[in-house]
Every structure is written in C-alpha cells, then in structure tokens.
C-alpha cells in the first residue's frame, strides 16, 4: 500500500451508501465524501506541487476530514492551524511550514486573510466545486510512495518555537493496521470523535475510520462542556467506540453524568495523552461494566502511540496503571544515563525505535 487513500478507496468500493464521517450540520456517505475529496483534490493540483505542504485552517468539522484527504489526493502533505491559536503564533508556524496554499472556507476567510497575509488562501468551497481531474489525479498517485510525509503536526518545542513532526504515509498504515487488530475495531464500529484535529490523537478516528469503512461522529467541543448532553448524543448517534484524550475521560467521569446516564451502546475505550487515573477508569467501568478499555501512550515523536495495554483486571483507585508493551513494529528502551539500557527495578529514559518515528522536523 503506497499510502493511505487506498484506504479511502477500498471502503467507498464496498460501502457507497454507508455514512462515512457526521457533524453537527452535515454527513457524508463513502460515495459522497470520495467524490468530494477528489474534486479537492483536483482543484488543488494547479496551486501545488507534489509533497508540498498545504496548511488547514478549518473549523473542527466533516468538511475538515475531506480537506485532509483533498490534500493527499493532490500528492501533498497537511498541516492542522488551530483556529483558536493567536495570530502570531500562526505566523510563526505558517513562516516555518511554507505552505504552498492554505484551505479555507468563506467564513474565516476574512480572519485568515489577516493572519496569513503573504500566504495563498483558497476556500474549500471552490475547490470543493471543481470537476474531477481523474487523469491528473492518477498520474500523481502513480509517484506515490509509502515513505512521502502524511501530515505534520506543530509542538512548541523546548525553545518555544514552533517545531513540526512530520509523519510519513507507512508509519501510519502501520499503526492504523495495528490499532484495528489490538482494539478489535471493525466495520460496523461508530467512533465518537474527541480530539482536535491539530491533536495527533484524532487520527485514531480519522485512519480508523477509513480504513475499515466505519462511521466517524464528529463531536464539538461545546458537548464536553456538558457531558450530559454529551452522552445523550453519543447514545443517538450510536457511538461504539472513542479514542479520546485521557483528560475528556476523566471530565466526564468526574462530572457524576455517567451516575445519571451511561450511553448503552459504547463497547471500547482507548485513552491516551496524559496518565490514567484507576478511580476515573472505575467510575466508567460500574457505569457500562461491558465495555473494553485500553490505556495507550506515545511521545510526540511517534504516530500518536508506542505503547498499549488493554485492562483486563480490577485496579484500586490508587493504583498507577501500567503504559503497556510496544505496539507492533516498535520497541521501547530504558536507558540509563550511560545509554546502556536500565536493568529490572531500575530508573531511566524511555527510548522507541520503530516504523512509527517521525520522519523528521519542520523547525
């Protein structure tokens, strides 16, 4: 697999009909958002060259997913600019990125043309209605290979200068490919989306999403601000399965609304970006005592995660939980200050050598 349209391709092959990513406002079917993101992606050919970077200024939605795959289908790369960042700071990742365009939509347009103003900008509205150049499109697919960057995702850096993982197209596949096995995730999953685009750990939902042709439920983030309303929606929308941020799992447990209302239809539960706390893990456990729940942990430096453990026994509410083992095609090193590596009981620096390393830095 050269890179992770197939994955796009292969499930709107076998499920046209079905809906492939949901909103508040809006939905795609496999058919519609295949078509869509190929229209994007024609439209963008002309402004790029292939493995360019292409920034993303949208709002947390669909249509953001599409812009992604839009990106990929034009040979390049995408970086996530959080909306909500202050303007200097875009600046100084837009300087540092170079985009060849920036994707927009008519609503930020104004706002963009502000904090961009020596970029290009299109909106996702125009590109979104070109027609489909499908024999561009294949001769750049055709130049496609594993190892071209996917996405590069901007961390402050221990200078505070924004500094930018890239993540090629294998590393991907090989953690999507693995996470599908690991979890158990299939086709007829629903996943409640959490995190942020600019959040490495949406990917979960993205690449999960696609590849098996599953259903992602977009989630704004008022709904964590009422988690009541939250799980209700979660329940209507038949959501079976999240990958959220540690911290969102915790929230809602905390906030007594699982006590209140527990959506009956979620079977897996993957956290990550922060420690578990057991308490928060027991609370979600009396609540929906069926569900499958999986800690999972990765330095910014890895495709999302290094590590996994699936909990499969009881822990006291005081009790630390575990990282887990090595996800598949990676390994995890504890060395010592000497760089031999630290022997049982003993303290050291976690290392991780794998295919799911970045590819390099944007800095």
Not at 11 to 35: G, I, L, N, Q, W
Not at 111 to 137: R, S
Request: proline share 6%; net charge negative.
């Amino acid at each position: 697999m050269a890179n992770v349209l197939q994955y796009l391709i292969r499930s709107a092959e076998r499920f046209p009909d079905k809906c492939a990513v949901t909103d508040d406002v809006r939905s795609y079917t496999y058919a519609e958002f295949y078509h869509l993101t190929r229209a994007i992606g024609s439209g963008l050919l002309p402004l790029t060259r292939p493995r360019q970077a292409v920034g993303v200024y949208l709002p947390k939605n669909a249509q953001a997913v599409a812009a992604f795959f839009g990106i990929q289908w034009a040979g390049c790369f995408y970086s996530v600019l959080n909306t909500e960042l202050p303007g200097n700071r875009l600046r100084q990742i837009a300087q540092t990125l170079a985009p060849a365009v920036i994707v927009t939509c008519e609503a930020l347009l104004p706002q963009a043309k502000e904090i961009f103003p020596i970029c290009p900008l299109v909106c996702l509205e125009t590109l979104a209605g070109q027609a489909v150049d499908a024999e561009a499109l294949a001769s750049v697919q055709a130049r496609a290979i594993d190892t071209d960057p996917l996405y590069v995702n901007f961390t402050s850096g221990s200078t505070g200068t924004p500094k930018g993982i890239v993540i090629p197209h294998r590393a991907m596949i090989d953690f999507a490919d693995w996470m599908s096995e690991f979890c158990g995730y299939t086709e007829d999953d629903v996943f409640g989306n959490q995190a942020p685009f600019y959040f490495d750990l949406s990917c979960k939902d993205v690449y999960q999403t696609l590849r098996l042709g599953a259903t992602c439920r977009i989630f704004d983030k008022k709904y964590f601000t009422f988690p009541m309303l939250l799980l209700q929606e979660m329940e209507k929308a038949g959501v079976t399965a999240i990958n959220w941020a540690t911290s969102a799992f915790h929230l809602v447990a905390s906030s007594g609304a699982l006590e209140k209302y527990a959506p009956t239809t979620l079977k897996k539960a993957a956290l990550g970006g922060e420690a578990l706390q057991a308490r928060y893990v027991n609370m979600w456990k009396r609540a929906i005592p069926e569900a499958d729940l999986y800690n999972m942990y990765g330095p910014t430096e890895t495709t999302v995660d290094c590590a996994a453990l699936h909990l499969t026994r009881a822990y006291r509410d005081d009790e630390p939980i575990p990282i887990g083992k090595a996800c598949r095609n990676m390994q995890l090193l504890l060395l010592k200050d000497d760089l031999t590596e630290a022997a049982p009981g003993e303290t050291g620096e976690l290392c991780v050598r794998g295919s799911g390393l970045a590819a390099g830095y944007f800095a």
